[in-house]
């Protein structure tokens, strides 16, 4: 009965210690996802504000003309 216990325990925390690495790797790929995000937001962002520049430049250009 002693040595079922012993193998019972062993199961659980090598069960526990499976579920504690699934949850590591799910977070890291959350993490790896958020970062993702926001460099596509901020590229978004630069491409919207270079744009807009641009435009800027072409009102100067007419108004000038």
Same mark, same amino acid.
Do not use: P, W
């Given at each position: 009965m002693?040595? $079922? *216990?012993?193998?019972?325990q062993r199961?659980?925390?090598f069960s526990l210690s499976v579920k504690l690495k699934v949850a590591e $790797? *799910?977070?890291?790929?959350d993490i790896a996802?958020?970062?993702?995000?926001?460099?596509t937001d901020l590229e978004t962002?630069?491409?919207?504000q270079d744009v807009t520049e641009q435009e800027m430049q072409i009102r100067i250009i007419e108004r000038q003309n």
């Open positions: 002693f040595a $079922f *216990r012993k193998v019972e199961c659980f925390f $790797f *799910r977070r890291e790929q996802k958020a970062r993702a995000t926001k460099l962002a630069r491409s919207k």
